[in-house]
């Protein structure tokens, strides 16, 4: 009988055990997976400027980031045909340099139906997801996104 088999086992077991306790304290996310953030949009242009320009810095600091933002109410506005910023840059612009760096943009389709928004008013890279809150919090639940509100 070979008495190190147990204490191998044993150190094998802990091991996989403190490998396990590891994940689950880090979100489920294993080392060297990019980060995964959910960007929360309800209140507006002057949320949603914030908003991108906290995304654009997010991205400088840490390119590999994987951003999904999920707008709703008047968070929305930015993502419709025409929308500018205070100094009258369009959004569409933004939004369509995010999307190229792996960006993805998500709109209520519960906002459009009650502000009566025909869905071809929205930018062409956003999703329309059937509720952006039920969308925030399968994210955050499902997916292991962390939550960041501008």
Same mark, same amino acid.
């Given at each position: 009988?070979?008495?190190? @088999? =147990?204490?191998? #086992? $044993?150190?094998?077991? &802990?091991?996989?055990?403190?490998?396990? &306790?590891?994940?689950?304290?880090? +979100? $489920?996310?294993? &080392? $060297?997976? =990019?980060?995964?953030?959910?960007?929360?949009?309800?209140?507006?242009?002057?949320?949603?400027?914030?908003?991108? #320009?906290?995304? /654009? @810095?997010?991205?400088? &600091?840490?390119?590999?980031?994987?951003?999904?933002? %999920?707008?709703?109410?008047?968070?929305?506005?930015?993502?419709?045909?025409?929308? *500018?910023?205070?100094? +009258?840059? =369009?959004?569409?612009?933004? %939004?369509?340099?995010?999307?190229?760096?792996?960006?993805?943009? #998500?709109?209520?389709?519960?906002?459009?139906?009650? /502000? *009566?928004?025909?869905?071809? *008013?929205?930018?062409?890279?956003? *999703?329309?997801? =059937?509720? $952006?809150?039920?969308?925030?919090?399968?994210?955050?639940?499902?997916?292991?996104? %962390?939550?960041?509100?501008?």
């Amino acid at each position: 009988m070979n008495i190190f @088999n =147990p204490i191998l #086992r $044993g150190l094998t077991a &802990a091991f996989l055990a403190l490998s396990l &306790a590891a994940c689950a304290t880090n +979100g $489920g996310k294993m &080392a $060297g997976e =990019p980060v995964k953030v959910v960007y929360h949009i309800n209140e507006g242009l002057d949320q949603a400027s914030n908003g991108l #320009r906290n995304i /654009r @810095n997010h991205l400088t &600091a840490d390119p590999k980031a994987k951003i999904v933002v %999920v707008s709703h109410a008047g968070g929305i506005n930015f993502l419709l045909e025409g929308a *500018k910023d205070k100094n +009258g840059n =369009p959004y569409a612009a933004a %939004v369509d340099d995010l999307s190229l760096k792996g960006v993805d943009f #998500r709109v209520c389709n519960f906002t459009l139906l009650s /502000r *009566k928004i025909d869905r071809s *008013k929205v930018h062409s890279e956003a *999703k329309i997801v =059937p509720s $952006g809150v039920a969308e925030v919090s399968r994210l955050q639940s499902e997916e292991g996104y %962390v939550y960041l509100k501008p």
